[in-house]
């Protein structure tokens, strides 16, 4: 597929990045941008090249939210299918074998924001501000409430949802939105060092672990142990696993066989 609002690069460290290409509109989604972004990462999950996938945005901020340029008009059904494109990628995230990082930079609003929490993790610019900030021209982010508030509890991410207010890196940081802050000079190379980092683990034991997580988070307490140690005595028969355990054992660097 070619590519007209992002860009993605595949890396000899196994790190597939995303970049978001609207740089001009400050990366704002619109249903060219969801779509193409929600075929980059399922492509990307299926490549053996990558184990790990990074998303970025060209320009002065990481995304703005979505576009409404094209706002007006709809009918409820058309929004209705108009707001399920713009949220689809979010949604792929948890369903993708492989790990996502969100690179964060300048702005992270409204469905940036919600792309920055529906991220697996996230490494941001010390001056980065994010927010949930549709219900400042009368909209809501009903949307990307649903991985904050998976991010960072109900109080928080009702207070985010309503004022619509951006707040600092150090504050996400605090709540739990992102998981770490660098100076803006260094995010380029720090997101991708974490991304590589990442991506020499061994990538069944990633992948079982993600798949695991995602489907375990809504069950009964006692159930999650039970769907837990199931999903682990499968990583045990893996060729991976012994080749781990082998490589620790043996003081060497493990050759994954990714099965």
Not at 21 to 47: C, I, K, M, V, Y
Not at 79 to 92: A, D, H, N
Not at 183 to 201: G, M, Q, S, T, V
Not at 212 to 231: C, P, R, T, W
């Amino acid at each position: 597929m070619d590519y007209e609002t992002i860009v993605v690069e595949i890396g000899e460290d196994f790190v597939g990045q995303i970049t978001l290409n609207r740089p001009g509109q400050l990366n704002t989604f619109t249903t060219s941008l969801a779509t193409e972004l929600n075929h980059a990462l399922l492509d990307l999950d299926a490549q053996k090249a990558v184990r790990v996938v990074l998303i970025k945005g060209e320009g002065k901020a990481f995304c703005a939210g979505i576009d409404v340029g094209d706002f007006f008009g709809k009918t409820a059904s058309e929004y209705r299918e108009w707001i399920e494109c713009m949220e689809t990628p979010l949604v792929t995230i948890s369903k993708m074998k492989k790990p996502v990082i969100a690179q964060v930079h300048g702005v992270a609003a409204a469905n940036g924001a919600g792309l920055v929490a529906a991220a697996d993790l996230a490494i941001a610019s010390d001056k980065t501000r994010l927010g949930l900030t549709a219900i400042n021209v009368g909209l809501n982010c009903i949307g990307p409430i649903v991985p904050v508030t998976r991010s960072i509890g109900r109080k928080k991410a009702l207070e985010l949802l309503f004022y619509g207010d951006l707040i600092t890196a150090d504050t996400a940081l605090d709540m739990g939105l992102i998981n770490k802050t660098v100076p803006a000079e260094d995010l380029e190379k720090e997101a991708r060092n974490w991304a590589a980092i990442l991506a020499r683990k061994s990538p069944v034991a990633l992948q079982i672990a993600k798949k695991s997580f995602y489907a375990a988070a809504d069950l009964e307490y006692h159930k999650s142990f039970e769907y837990m140690n199931e999903a682990f005595a499968r990583l045990c028969t893996t060729e991976d696993a012994e080749e781990g355990i082998r490589a620790f054992l043996e003081k060497r660097n493990p050759e994954w066989k990714e099965k």
